[in-house]
C-alpha cells in the first residue's frame, strides 16, 4: 500500500507520550499512531455492525410481517 505523509501538530508532552509508547513496543512513532488510527477505525466498524444488528432484532417483526402482507416474502 503506498504511504502519504501527513503532518500533526501536538503538544510536546503528547509527542513524549508518543514517542514513549512507541518505543516500548519497539516500533517508530508514525506505525504507533497509525495503529491507533487503524484500532479506532475497526471499533467504529464493530459499532456500526453491532448497531444495525440491534435495529434488525428489534424491527424483524415489523418487516417480516410488511413483506409478507405485500406478498414480497422470501420464504
Do not use: C, H, P
Amino acid at each position: 500500500m503506498a504511504k502519504t505523509q501527513l503532518n500533526v501538530r501536538v503538544d510536546e508532552a503528547t509527542a513524549e507520550t508518543a514517542r514513549e509508547r512507541a518505543s516500548q513496543r519497539g516500533i517508530s512513532v508514525n506505525r504507533y499512531i497509525e495503529e491507533l488510527v487503524q484500532q479506532d477505525e475497526g471499533e467504529n466498524g464493530r459499532a456500526f455492525v453491532q448497531a444495525a444488528a440491534d435495529f434488525m432484532r428489534t424491527y424483524e417483526a415489523v418487516f417480516t410481517e410488511e413483506f409478507d402482507a405485500r406478498g414480497d416474502g422470501a420464504r
